[in-house]
Structures are given as structure tokens and as C-alpha cells.
């Protein structure tokens, strides 16, 4: 089956190429990962994860995707990434993650067209490639506040390098239908509200529309910088033109064997997405330093309160110790453990933190992941 699927989408490419004999690139990222809930109060994690204090079974969390490039003529390349994403009872989704065109002006400035990954956040470009960060698992904090993937429309993107420096400016514009898990604080109202019968991993559709942002970074040196922010309308629970932004800071150094990852985001909604999308502010700080194929790191990370204050926020800090091992070129081994502190006190009954119920003690949680490249 597998090999079917490759074929068709080999095929296509090759159809819509101006030769039959066009030249196509195929390449891969995989993570794999187990999973464990230390809690005694058998409460899972965000989206149930390590379901009730049991090593994780299931293939949530780990992925598959492939990439198919080639070049259409010397100003026109396409791409496209197909995934097969990891979920309760070993079940996969396969579906397109990217697919677009890109035309380019010059040596400096493209524009693609089509379905784009969208560059919310500092690692958004390669979240789901696991090799290309130090993490087991991108921290929740941060990386759970925005779940839309990709943008169906036009992107505009710079890039330059002077005297060492790279200088990249993205502007997009478009659409998307995306899907989002219930937030476990909000769970009781939204079955309230909607007459529905939700549970926490629950994944309700949402399409956002009129969607405008930019993306911009500064690197040189083992250093980066970068800023971003997107404003856009919501359709969800029946109701259109809600209103939602997102925006974000980050750096990272990778320089005389030291490592840092550093982020900080705030989401903004209006009226009639509070219970499923409430303001909220996140960040994380990682510190690492290369020993040879080791690279010992350590995170701390919150989530709490928005420029609105909500119920609805999940609130919790986290800390976790972790380790990276260079198994080849390719592959890498990590394992971390993430100590997590909820808020003891929380107004709603349905959860503390990104706990899927209401939680009163610390948490670790154990990963276990192996990243590779092909």
C-alpha cells in the first residue's frame, strides 16, 4: 500500500512536469516515541497522552512524512510532504502537510503558492522533523496554544545574506481548514453550551479565513532571531468572523558547544472563542552544552493568563531534564524527563494545567524518542 501511494505521487509530479524525465527528490524524517504518566491520581495528559499513568501503547506522538521536490523550469520548483501522523489505538492519518509551488523572482525573493507550512512559531518550519531540535517532545507550554499547521494561499518570502548575515522576511495571506482538541478546561461548558458530548480527545473542525501575517528572523554567528505575528477570522461552533492573533519571539545559539532555545508567544481572541481558544501567554528557556554525541539539556517552561483573564487558560510550569545522543549522522536517541506543576487551583472541574482531569500533585512524565533522517 505503501509503495502504491509513493508511486502515485511520483506520478503526479512527473504528469505535471514540462518533461517526462523531470528529476525528483525524495526525502524523509521519522520519530518514534514511548511515553510515561508518573501520576498517582491516573489522569492523563494534554489530548491523552500516557493515558492514566501507563506507558503510552498507542503511536500518538510519533510521525512519518516524506518530501517530493523537483524543478519545473529554472524560475518554478514544487514541493510536496505527505505525513502519516501517529494517534490513539496505533492508528495513523496520512494526509498532504505541504503542497505548493514556488516561483522565483530572483536570487532573493519567491513566492509560494499553495498549501504552506505555517510559521507561527521559531521551530515551526521543521516541528515534526524531531532531529532538528534537542527535544524528546517540543515543549507543550508553547507548542500546544496554536493548532493550526498550515496556510492555503500565497506566501511571500525574502531572504539574503550580507557579510554573514541572513536576513529572512515571510508575508502570507490565506485560509485553512484545521482541526483542534477540546481544551480539557473547558470541557463541561462547551457540552453545556453546544449540547454535545465532547470528551478530551474530542478534535472539533474550525476554518480560519482572511488570515495576514508576517515572519521575520536575523541569523548569524550560531545565533538566530525571530518575530512573528498573524491576525485572521474564525469560523467555529456555528458561528463566522470570530476574531483571533497570535504572535511570538525567539532565539536560539548553537555556539562553542552551547545550546539555547528560548520562546515566548501570546494568543488574543475575541467574543465566542474563549472556551476553545482563551488568551493566553507561554514561554520556555532550554539550556544545553555538547559533550562530543551527548548534549545534556534542561527546559523550564509556563503557560498562564492572556491579556484577558480566563478560566478557561491552562496554567502550569514545568521543568524537565533531558538527553540527546548522536546515534549517527542521521539519528538521534533522546530521552527526557518532564516534571510539571499545575495550578492547584482552578475554578473549572475538568482539569489543572493540560491535565485532562483535575490534578493536585506534580507530574513527570518520561519520553523516550528516536529521530531519524533519510
Known amino acids: 500500500m505503501k509503495i502504491r501511494v509513493i508511486n502515485i505521487i511520483t506520478g503526479v509530479l512527473v504528469l505535471f512536469s514540462p518533461l517526462s524525465y523531470a528529476e525528483i527528490d525524495i526525502s524523509g524524517y521519522a520519530s518514534f516515541k514511548a511515553i510515561a504518566n508518573s501520576n498517582d491520581q ?20 510519533s510521525n512519518l512524512g516524506i518530501q517530493f ?26 494526509e498532504t502537510e505541504w503542497a505548493y509551488a514556488n516561483y522565483k523572482f530572483n536570487d532573493d525573493l519567491s513566492l509560494r503558492i499553495g498549501k504552506v507550512k505555517g510559521p507561527f512559531y521559531m521551530v515551526s518550519d521543521y516541528k515534526d522533523v524531531g532531529y532538528a531540535y534537542p527535544w524528546a517532545s517540543v515543549p507543550d ?36 481548514n484545521n482541526t483542534s482538541f477540546i481544551l480539557p478546561t473547558s470541557l463541561t461548558d462547551l457540552n453545556a453550551a453546544f449540547s454535545s458530548s465532547y470528551t478530551t480527545t474530542s478534535q472539533v473542525s474550525f476554518k480560519t479565513h482572511d488570515m495576514l501575517g ?14 512573528g505575528y498573524f491576525d485572521t477570522k474564525v469560523d467555529a461552533f456555528g458561528q463566522t468572523d470570530l476574531e483571533g492573533s497570535f504572535g511570538g519571539i525567539g532565539m536560539t545559539i548553537d555556539k562553542n558547544n552551547f545550546v539555547v532555545y528560548a520562546e515566548y508567544i ?23 552544552y555538547r559533550m562530543g554525541d551527548f548534549l545534556p539539556y ?18 502550569q510550569t514545568s521543568t524537565t531534564l533531558g538527553l540527546r545522543y548522536e546515534l549517527d549522522d542521521a539519528a538521534a536517541l533522546k530521552i527526557e524527563a518532564k516534571n510539571i506543576k499545575p495550578d ?10 493540560l491535565f485532562d482531569g483535575n490534578i493536585t500533585e506534580n507530574v513527570t512524565i518520561v519520553t523516550v524518542a528516536i529521530d531519524v533522517l533519510f
Open 42 to 61: 491516573k489522569v492523563s495528559y494534554y489530548n491523552g497522552l500516557a493515558p492514566e499513568g501507563e506507558i503510552n501503547t498507542d503511536s500518538r506522538e
Open 69 to 94: 521536490s523537483t524543478d519545473i523550469s529554472p524560475k518554478m520548483d514544487m514541493t510536496v510532504v505527505m505525513s502519516a501522523r501517529g494517534g490513539p489505538s496505533q492508528k495513523y492519518n496520512f
Open 141 to 176: 507550554e508553547v507548542y500546544s496554544t496554536n493548532p493550526i499547521r498550515s496556510v492555503n494561499g500565497l506566501d511571500l518570502v525574502y531572504q539574503k545574506t550580507i557579510n554573514n548575515v541572513t536576513y529572512l522576511g515571510e508575508l502570507y495571506y490565506g485560509s485553512g
Open 214 to 227: 508576517f515572519n521575520a528572523s536575523v541569523s548569524f554567528d550560531g545565533m538566530s532571531f525571530r518575530l
Open 266 to 288: 501570546a494568543r488574543d481572541t475575541g467574543p465566542g472563542l474563549e472556551m476553545a481558544f482563551p488568551d493566553a501567554n507561554a514561554g520556555y528557556l532550554t539550556l544545553g
Open 298 to 315: 534542561v527546559t523550564a517552561a509556563s503557560i498562564g493568563e492572556g491579556a484577558d483573564k480566563s478560566i478557561y487558560t491552562p496554567k
Open 344 to 353: 492547584t487551583y482552578n475554578p473549572t472541574p475538568d482539569a489543572g494545567g
